[in-house]
């Protein structure tokens, strides 16, 4: 099984490679904390919380290669507002997601060897920055 990104108003689903890898998996944490405080007393004060969305899932893999004409489909995703999605993990594991447009949703995308005139098969390596919802 591979990655895939559905959307949830349409039901469109792209798939993607297998073997982008979720490079930021393991430097979230639930935890929201303050940065510590202290008093005049010399105590100290941290605030935490647990955040309830927002974990980022960013997948990337030079030797991931992804079709132009896939590219083309998920960069006017970008621009839908509000726009839902469904990422479904290769171990079937899913997660309610949309683009962190806040940053460079589609970023790194390369073509593996550029040729003009480009074709919609051509294969290009990218970045997705995605985040829960």
């Not at 949830?8 to 430097?27: C, G």
């Not at 839902?84 to 589609?106: F, G, I, K, N, Y």
Request: aromatic share 10%; hydrophobic share 35%; proline share 6%.
């Amino acid at each position: 099984m591979s990655w895939s990104l559905k959307r949830n108003d349409t039901n469109e689903t792209i798939a993607l490679p297998t073997d982008l890898q979720w490079v930021d998996e393991f430097q979230w944490s639930k935890i929201a904390q303050s940065a510590p405080e202290y008093s005049i007393t010399g105590s100290m004060f941290i605030q935490q919380g647990t955040k309830k969305a927002g974990r980022p899932i960013t997948l990337s893999g030079d030797w991931a290669w992804v079709q132009r004409n896939d590219l083309t489909i998920l960069r006017s995703w970008c621009d839908v507002p509000k726009l839902t999605m469904t990422l479904t993990h290769p171990d079937s594991q899913t997660s309610t997601v949309m683009w962190r447009l806040h940053e460079t949703a589609l970023d790194n995308t390369n073509p593996v060897d550029y040729q003009a005139p480009e074709e919609d098969t051509d294969p290009y390596t990218a970045t997705f920055k995605l985040m829960t919802i």
